[in-house]
């Protein structure tokens, strides 16, 4: 179900992904489904992941805490691509008790046909995501949420995705966004994804034609999508310059003549010279500087260094 997605999004860039509370391998028991505590475990795995400045792709719910990130942390995400998102839950505020009702008896239905081999149920549960679908993808479809999780957490955890209200969060989002949604999507009405789409500053809105809550790569619709993502999520030259300039921006006075003369070219016996240290002091040097870049090579951290201006200049270091 998820590869097509996965071999897209990692045919250029390094994905990031992790398990929600009380699904995956992440805990189990003891789960608090608080939406807040989503946002915090958000926040945890880029912290834990060392990411400076990075975009967001936020699929169905996986988007409103996206969403939330981007709105608390705007100078940390760079742009978000945004695909099935609404900017209210059917529990948002103020709900009706129709809605209510509804969500219940839904709610009640799922965690039947979560794990029991009933074909009315499993259809109800598939059919909330998947239209138009070989059987091979829906029984894969069954298969990942019955191993991801359990009727328990599902019955405890959807809710927390129906009380979610984006009304004043997305307004505050200030990086470009796509916002996406397939016209005939079972899941969530697409002229609620389009409100949503309109409340985030210049915003673009695009329609998928698909009967699908999550695109699939048999579609129509897919080839079109791959284009656009792969060109939104595409850096700018600014931006590339930025994330450069954030690899050196730890190093000392000494580190920086090294690392000019690393851009020019010079081997370490002529930086010895120019510089009159010891060749230990200037391998020493390059390993720290490989160390705070995060850099793994002398090639690759010339082509860095030059892309910010080191290596440009003819003056003495």
């Known amino acids: 179900m998820w590869r097509s997605w996965l071999e897209l999004l990692t045919k250029h860039h390094t994905v990031i992904q992790f398990d929600w509370r009380g699904c ?8 608090d489904f608080a939406a807040e505590r989503y946002v915090e475990d958000f926040e945890a795995v880029v912290e834990a992941a060392k990411l400076d400045r990075f975009p967001i792709v ?13 709105a608390r942390h705007p100078d940390r995400v760079t742009r978000m691509f945004l695909n099935g998102i609404q900017a209210r839950g059917r529990l948002g505020a103020s709900p ?31 059919g909330h995501h998947l239209i138009v679908a070989t059987p091979d993808q829906r029984r894969a479809h069954q298969e990942i949420l019955r191993q991801s999780s359990t009727a328990d957490t599902a019955r405890k955890l959807l809710p927390t995705f129906a009380r979610a209200d984006l009304r004043d969060t997305l307004p505050q989002i200030r990086c470009p966004t796509v916002v996406l949604h397939s016209r005939f999507d079972p899941l969530l009405p697409f002229d609620d994804a389009r409100d949503a789409a309109a409340l985030i500053p210049n915003a673009r809105f695009v329609s998928l034609e698909s009967s699908n809550h999550l695109l699939l790569d048999n579609e129509p619709a897919w080839p079109m999508m791959t284009v ?26 000494r580190e920086h003549q090294v690392l000019e003369l690393v851009a020019r070219g010079f081997d370490n016996e002529l930086i010895a010279n120019r510089l009159r240290i010891s060749e230990k002091t200037v391998r020493n040097q390059i390993s720290i500087i ?27 270091a």
């Open 24 to 31: 995956g391998l992440s805990d189990r028991e003891g789960v």
């Open 96 to 126: 009706t008790s129709e809605e209510v009702d509804a969500l219940e008896a839904r709610l009640k239905i799922i965690e039947l046909g979560w794990s029991a081999k009933n074909p009315p149920h499993e259809q109800f549960v598939i």
């Open 58 to 70: 936020g699929i169905s719910n996986g988007g409103i805490f996206g969403v939330v990130y981007a």
């Open 228 to 253: 656009l993502l792969d060109e939104f999520l595409r850096p700018s030259v600014s931006e590339e310059s930025t994330a450069s300039n954030v690899l050196f921006h730890d190093l000392t006075p």
């Open 290 to 316: 490989f160390g705070k870049s995060g850099l793994n090579s002398r090639a690759e951290t010339i082509v860095r260094a030059r892309e910010v201006g080191f290596g440009q200049s003819n003056t003495q």
